[in-house]
């Protein structure tokens, strides 16, 4: 039986999982990696902390999501599809590796913040 993701090592299990995924994804990956080529190893900080604070409210995380979405969609739009595709790959990874409460709650806030997301972006 999987477990429930109870601290930073399983953030940063899941982290890395989902950007393996992501690096190789033909609709999302050229966002990282040609639009905007990020430092992955400062990205991937950014997120530990970020869904650190978000699971369990570290508050470690000082960061501007949507300043970045909203540059990054100037250079190239991003489009409702994208956004599904994140959340698909990122709901597949909590459930390859994780189940509990606070599995369920992870992906619940990806979607709800990739939604925020889109009303800012899209209207
Ligand atoms: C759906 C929910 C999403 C969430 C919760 C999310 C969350 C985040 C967060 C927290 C950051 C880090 C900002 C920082 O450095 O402090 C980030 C950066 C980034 N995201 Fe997202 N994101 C989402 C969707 C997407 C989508 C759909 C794409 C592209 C198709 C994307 C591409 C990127 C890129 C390229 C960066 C790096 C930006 C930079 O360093 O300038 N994200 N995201």
Redesign the pocket.
Known sequence: MKKDILNRKDIVVLVDRFYDK?KQDE??G???NE??K??WT??LE??Y???ENVVFHTGN?????MS??Q??HQKRP?RME??S???SL?NETVNEHFQGKNAEAIKQ???S???V??VKLFG
């Open positions: 992501v609709r999302i050229p966002f990282f639009v905007v990020v430092n400062k990205h950014a997120m902390n970020f869904w995380y000082e960061g501007n999501p970045k979405h540059a990054m991003m994208h956004f595709q994140w959340l990122f806030r990806a979607s913040i990739g939604t997301m889109q």
